[in-house]
């Protein structure tokens, strides 16, 4: 049967880290417009704000459970904005930060709603990457830079490049699948730290960092040694900045078939 295609719509936001100052006028439009809301954020202030926006945002938060598979609660979510739009809404789906980064649910909809024949869309938002950049003064555009799950990272033996800055995201849950209230996440840094000591030395100096979520706040930047980290366990959304060891060597033979001259690097930088 042909989706309707004149109502049934799906458009995911994101709110940014800052509640009501990185959202986007577009975002907004669109949470303002729709039929129904649908939302996952971190704390009920954003909650209140997305509902005083529009009166019929409802919460994804029940789909969360103790002990409950995240992938069985991603799932949910999903058929739940599916099932909206299926009736014909115009959905708006909000989640924070960046609607694309680490959201699973956010991107499985999308390719649910175009695949059934409905207009889906994802607008962007700040992320909290892009508050990291401004917040340590990192350009990525300098050593390069290289983004990984924690754990994702080491289960899967990620190759990367020591010589380019790397984040690590999650790392507050590296080795955790599941909502486990009493969770430690030390044995899972003490792992992490093994790994990327094969790379980094032990006093190699790296950042737990947490975007601010407010105006009346700062950002949480802890800087400490690589081999403190399992000490200094970090919050379940925070990202693990670490700088590069050093520059990465120049190949002479390359500078030549390009013809820069070396010099030209020392100007640029």
């Known amino acids: 049967m042909a989706s309707d295609w004149s109502r049934g719509s799906l458009t995911v936001v994101g709110t940014g880290i800052m509640l009501g100052a990185h959202i986007t006028a577009e975002a907004e439009a669109h949470i303002r417009q729709a039929d ?42 999903t058929a739940t904005i599916l099932a909206a739009v299926r009736g014909g809404q115009q959905v708006c789906a909000v989640f924070y930060g960046h609607p694309g980064v680490f959201v699973l649910p956010a991107h499985a909809a999308i390719r649910q709603a175009r695949a059934e024949g409905y207009p889906a869309v994802m607008c962007p938002g700040i992320s909290a990457e892009d508050c990291l950049f401004a917040d340590l003064g990192v350009d ?7 983004s990984f799950e924690a754990t994702d990272f080491l289960i899967r033996r990620r190759r990367f490049d020591p010589y380019a800055a790397l984040m ?3 790392v507050g849950l590296v080795g955790e699948l ?7 996440v030390r044995r899972g840094l003490a792992v992490l730290v093994e790994v990327l000591c094969e790379h980094y030395a032990a006093g190699h ?8 979520r407010d105006a009346a706040q700062s950002p949480s930047i802890r800087r400490l040694p690589l081999a403190d980290l399992p000490a200094a366990p970090a919050p379940p959304n925070a990202t693990l900045y670490v700088p590069p060891r050093g520059d990465a060597p120049v190949d002479p033979a390359m500078l030549a078939r390009l013809g820069i001259d070396a010099r030209d690097l020392v100007r640029r930088w």
Not at 51 to 64: K, T, V
Not at 140 to 146: A, K, M
Request: glycine fraction near 6%.
């Open 36 to 77: 129904v809301v649908f939302y996952v954020v971190t704390d009920e202030a954003t909650a209140f704000w997305l509902r005083s926006l529009n009166p019929r945002a409802r919460s994804l938060a029940p789909h969360y459970a103790d002990g409950k598979r995240c992938l069985d609660t991603y799932g949910e979510m």
């Open 140 to 146: 990525p555009g300098r050593s390069g830079c290289q």
């Open 168 to 170: 690590l995201w999650q």
């Open 178 to 184: 599941h909502k486990r209230p009493r969770y430690d």
């Open 205 to 212: 100096t790296v950042v737990i960092y947490e975007a601010a």
